[in-house]
């Protein structure tokens, strides 16, 4: 009965209504994560609502990568960079953004950044800003172009998700084209560091900076070093196993 009446309903009706029930949820989703006083953190139950009301299955996979991401975004204390925005864009603006940490995510593709920072303004966090910025090449590695003149230049944290793992030098160019815009001892969470390419950036930031990494199970923690960068370090890598 169900085949039948997919078929007698026309495609385009179909995805329209799945279109307004995905809003629906992702509605709910928001209200219910809003609802919580400042400085509260969500429950396992309302992070994997707005993970399925986002609709990004590959990411609602990853439930370690998220609950890092919470937990460091309930005791920043200062700016927080995002490389790509998305689902946890609207965690950070929950859980530092409501509290006035500024917040400011890059996203390079066009209708993404469209979707996110429509969401985004909904919220009215104005700590939160989601600006679209292609990818420029660099030489040997591809990245943003950050709007430096508006950006702060003590970022705290830094939450890694981007760019896509198919850009030409993968996530690398975080370290030199942002490295004088983050604070000694800053903190970089870099999503798929299972990854080749994201090994591979791992690798290059601790020797060319001593960003010392922990492996997780698809994600890193990395720490910055306490000081001003030296020159030359050798990687080392630890297991959060």
Known sequence: MMAIARRAIPAPLRRAARAALQELRLR????????????????????????????????????????????????????????????????????????GIPVWSLEHMSEWHTRVAKIIDRLGVPAVRVVYVPLQPYGEYDWYAPPFPVMPKDFRLVICDGPPGSTHGGRYGLLPIMRDHLVPGA?????????????????????????????????????????????????VYHSSR
């Open 187 to 235: 903190i970089v969470l870099l999503d798929d560091a299972y990854r080749p390419a994201e090994r591979a950036a791992l690798d290059r930031w601790a020797s060319e900076a001593g960003w010392r990494a922990t492996l997780h199970e698809t994600f890193a923690v990395v720490t910055t070093p306490p000081s001003p960068f030296p020159r030359r370090y050798t990687a």
């Open 28 to 99: 709910v989703a928001l209200r219910r994560l809003h609802r919580l006083p400042v400085g509260t953190a969500p429950s396992a139950g309302v992070v994997r609502a707005l993970q399925r009301a986002w609709g990004n299955e590959g990411f609602a996979a990853k439930d370690a990568y998220p609950a890092e991401v919470i937990r460091h975004a309930m005791r920043a204390q200062g700016p927080i960079l995002e490389c790509g925005s998305g689902l946890t864009t609207i965690l950070l603006t929950a859980l530092a953004g409501r509290r």
